[in-house]
């Protein structure tokens, strides 16, 4: 494994003793930062060249890098890329064309300039659209990495029931992104749903609407041939077992939810109307 593959599954920083046990020796780091494949972010702190920038900014302003910008440094699941660099600057100015969050009031990251993941988590649930902090909070929640009743502690008031209302979308398990934005969006149409239901034939389902009509929400690992053939035959034991089904990809989820929702609404009334009863 070359330094770049083993930085970029560690949110593309490390330390140099993490570096070292990983077998990694002085002279290959050095060489790697000669040949720009790497960049010394601080005294003992490595990045890819990337992150370095974003790293090197908020220390540069003493801030720390907030909400969508730290998601990468705690994996945490997102649909956009940051954008625009989110800071926590204290009570100082951020450079032009940052997004400045209020102040840390928890401990930050131990030797990076982020803020701590409570913070990163408050801070998205204030600055960014609903779906997009949900995604990041359902990450970190079924991780155990902070719980729920945590957050709802650290958002009293009136002014935090926008950011209160995103806890409701949180479920106890999600497979996938795709899982989270579906549930949330089924809910919000009225639908009555079961997750991760068992059915005779099939396995595994991702979602059983009305008790009818079996919902799977599929990533890229769908378009595999052997995924392909699996999920064939995955179809037509959910007809045989008496139940229909939908399968919906990634675009329909994330970018046409309104779609989605309207295929799901017109099958389960062509349901009420007995047009898939015996004949």
């Known amino acids: 494994m070359d330094i770049e593959t083993f930085l970029r599954a560690r949110a593309g920083v490390a330390r140099a003793s993490t570096l070292q046990v990983a077998g990694f020796s002085r002279t290959y780091v050095g060489k790697a930062l000669t040949d720009g494949r790497i960049v010394r972010v601080r005294r003992g702190i490595y990045s890819m060249p990337r992150e370095a920038g974003l790293f090197g900014l908020a220390l540069q302003h003493n801030a720390l890098l907030t909400c969508l910008s730290a998601a990468p440094t ?56 609903p779906l997009e902090s949900l995604v990041m909070l359902q990450c970190a929640t079924q991780r155990g990495d902070v719980t729920i009743g945590f957050l709802r502690r650290k958002l009293p008031g009136n002014r935090n029931a926008r950011a209160r209302s995103v806890l409701d979308g949180l479920i106890p398990r999600a497979d996938s992104i795709l899982e989270v934005l579906a549930n949330y969006h089924f809910r919000r149409a ?56 939908l399968r919906f990809g990634y675009d329909d989820v994330v970018h046409h939810p309104e779609r989605m929702v309207g295929e799901v609404l017109a099958v389960l009334e062509l349901c009420r109307q007995g047009a898939f009863g015996t004949r």
């Open 190 to 245: 009225g639908l009555h749903v079961r997750r991760h239901v068992e059915l005779p034939g099939v396995g595994e389902v991702d979602f059983l609407i009305e008790e009818c009509l079996a919902v799977e929400v599929d990533g890229s690992t769908h378009l595999e041939p052997r995924q392909v053939k699996k999920d064939r035959k995955r179809n037509n034991a959910t007809i045989i077992g008496g139940r229909l089904g």
């Open 74 to 129: 705690y994996r945490l699941w997102t649909l956009h890329d940051a954008g625009s660099v989110h800071l926590s600057p204290g009570h100082k100015k951020t450079p032009l064309g940052t997004l400045t969050h209020g102040r840390c009031p928890h401990p930050p990251h131990p030797w990076l300039p982020v803020a701590g993941l409570a913070d990163v988590l408050i801070h998205s649930l204030r600055c960014l659209p």
